[in-house]
């Protein structure tokens, strides 16, 4: 028996026997037995598996519930560490003794200073290598089958690891990772991080692959069987080895879910100077995950019609905004014409396509075209479009995130985009290759995964 929880995006027809679920969604047709499986799953019921169980789980339309965990015996888990101060090395060594009783290896990653911990194993490495060589490192003296990455700076336990690999009962689960979150302190940026972490993936549960809603999941903590791992991480790469690992290594017989019901810490930058860097560093990342995977990042991806409203209202045409919303509407309710679903239904499909279409434009403006609007902000209709950007994207922010500190969330929040922006731009430039800055837009749907 399978305990499975539905997407969030689901929408049933009106027989019964077809749904729209998962994100991208996916149409699902089955029969009356088949409808009473779903039914069942709406109840919140335990199903047995079946084929049908396996198509929704791979689409993302439903997410199982962790089963048992595998043994303690079965799992190591390996800390990459560059410690620079003693309070790094003290920390490495209180995450080593909350992991226990599972085996740890500590990989030093060239530290300026001595890593002498009480761990099953430490490994020392003669240059400073990067976190993917590091993990890769460890990985070479993992002998149990399964493995945990789990930074230095991360608080958790060894139960929580157990709870992650209990998504292991299912054979097509590969990895498994766990929300992070940023605990809130004094700081500016721990304030901002604790409502707006790159490392935090959001509340709901998910199949991670490319067009999700968690397109990738960061290896701040992942559990993976270790005979998945075999190609390892890219060690080129500096940053962004996480994106280009999951997304070269993942299928629907690799599967790796991310599980919020788990949820670990993660220390704050320690200063805005270090943010911006960070975030500087990410956008760079951009564009050698684009040369691995070809218009993977694309900042603005879909179907056009859904991209043209807040286009053309940006553009100040307010009448061909409407009439596009309009547009936008007949189209998702023709290409579901055939599927049974309610007029409610297809409404709030057509609701979701916009609003996920703006909302990579209004980023893609905001964060990775940015230099573009500035550099044309003389022209007024282009300066108008960019400052209602950002201003609608924070004052989103203001009404989702309800920050205590607003001048500082703002502030904090335009220098993330910026930032971020402004290292994909020193990407292009390094590789030569402006296809991480292109849209991938079309007038035909097309299927992530």
Known sequence: MRELRRDRHWWRSKDGNGLVAGTPGTFFRFTDKGAAVVDAIEAGTAVDGSPLVDRLVAAGAVHPVPGAGVP???????????????????????LVDALLPLRSVVVDDSSP??????????????????????????????????VAFVDDDVEITASQVGEL????????????????VTPAARSFVSGYEALRSPLDMGPDPARVRQGSMVPYVPTA????????????????????????????NTGDTAQCRYEPTVVCSHA???SVRSMLKQRFMYGRSAADIDRRHPWSVAPVRGNILHVLPLALLLCGQLFLAADAVLLSVAHTHFALRRKGLSGRNKVAVSRLSIAVASRHLSTAITREWWPLFVAFSWLTPVSVAFYMTFAGVLLLDF???RPDNIGAYAVLRILDNLSYGAGVWGGVVRTRSVRCLLPRVSLVRRRGG
């Open 113 to 146: 200073l001595l890593v002498d911990v009480n761990a099953w194993k430490v490994v020392r490495l003669e240059t400073n290598s990067g976190p993917g060589a590091a993990r890769n490192a460890g990985l070479r003296v993992v002998d149990t089958p399964f």
């Open 72 to 94: 303690d015996a079965e799992i190591t888990v390996v800390i990459p560490v560059f410690a620079r101060t003693d309070t790094d090395v003290s920390r490495v060594q209180s």
């Open 221 to 248: 903590v992942l559990v993976a069987r270790t005979p998945a791992m075999a190609d390892g991480f890219d060690e080129s790469l500096r940053f962004g080895e996480d994106v280009a690992f999951e997304w070269a």
């Open 165 to 180: 690999s209990g998504h292991f009962v299912d054979p097509n689960v590969a990895f498994a990772a766990p929300r992070v």
């Open 268 to 270: 704050a930058r320690p």
């Open 399 to 401: 009404y989702r995130k």
